[in-house]
Antibody, heavy 119, light 107 residues
Framework: EVQLVESGGGLVQPGGSLRLSCAAS????????MNWVRQAPGKGLEWVSY????????YYADSVKGRFTISRDNAKNSLYLQMNSLRAEDTAVYYC????????????WGQGTLVTVSS | DIQMTQSPSSVSASVGDRVTITCRAS??????LAWYQQKPGKAPKLLIY???SLQSGVPSRFSGSGSGTDFTLTISSLQPEDFATYYC?????????FGQGTRLEIK
């Protein structure tokens, strides 16, 4: 069974940093591209970042470019999102999601981890 | 960036009804479109990929169609568990973008 479990969310002050993790199991993690998607409270879905299976190709949304860094450790079956210079508008549930079924389609999602940026 | 616009933003319907949700892309995306269902407090669930392919395990009452800029998600006979929010997502190019969502409510 495919499982994605996010962790690392919490309350952080504006300007602070946080590192999210996503532990993958039930599939060959190193063969799949991965993404982070977020959802602000009561709002819609916003794609945040993509990383290829090898980690050689990375994309970011303009809203996080220069502040967030996506990475992965295929030996540990883990995906990460380092978030720096956090702003109130980064407050959201952050989901990790696997690409599958078709290109750039997200076939499995984690349960999400809440990041709250507030003083 | 490709903008995705869904309509309606919300719809009320009854069990057994047929419901159609539309999604329009700001530029042609061929068949690179996915549909997701999200229930409160839960992660989104993939329903349809490549505009019309049904994800494994998804009931056949869900169907998708369209290509280019105009797409539809149809639920042929609503069931109680179908009341949720639905999102389209273009898979043509980065940044990936989602529609604003369509909330399907019980009438």
């Amino acid at each position: 069974e495919v499982q994605l479990v996010e962790s690392g969310g919490g309350l952080v002050q504006p300007g602070g940093s946080l590192r999210l993790s996503c532990a993958a199991s039930g599939f060959t993690f190193s063969s799949y591209e991965m993404n982070w998607v977020r959802q602000a409270p009561g709002k819609g879905l916003e794609w945040v970042s993509y990383i290829s299976s090898s980690g050689s190709t990375i994309y970011y949304a303009d809203s996080v470019k220069g502040r967030f860094t996506i990475s992965r450790d295929n030996a540990k079956n883990s995906l990460y999102l380092q978030m720096n210079s956090l702003r109130a508008e980064d407050t959201a549930v952050y989901y990790c999601a696997r690409e599958g079924g078709s290109e750039s389609t997200l076939d499995y999602w984690g349960q999400g981890t809440l990041v709250t940026v507030s003083s | 960036d490709i903008q995705m616009t869904q309509s309606p933003s919300s719809v009320s319907a009854s069990v057994g009804d047929r419901v159609t949700i539309t999604c329009r892309a700001s530029q042609g995306i061929s068949s690179w479109l996915a549909w997701y269902q999200q229930k409160p407090g839960k992660a989104p669930k993939l329903l349809i990929y490549a505009a019309s392919s049904l994800q494994s395990g998804v009931p056949s009452r869900f169907s998708g169609s369209g290509s280019g800029t105009d797409f539809t998600l149809t639920i042929s006979s609503l069931q109680p568990e179908d009341f949720a929010t639905y999102y389209c997502q273009q898979a043509n190019s980065f940044p990936l973008t989602f529609g604003q969502g369509t909330r399907l409510e019980i009438k």
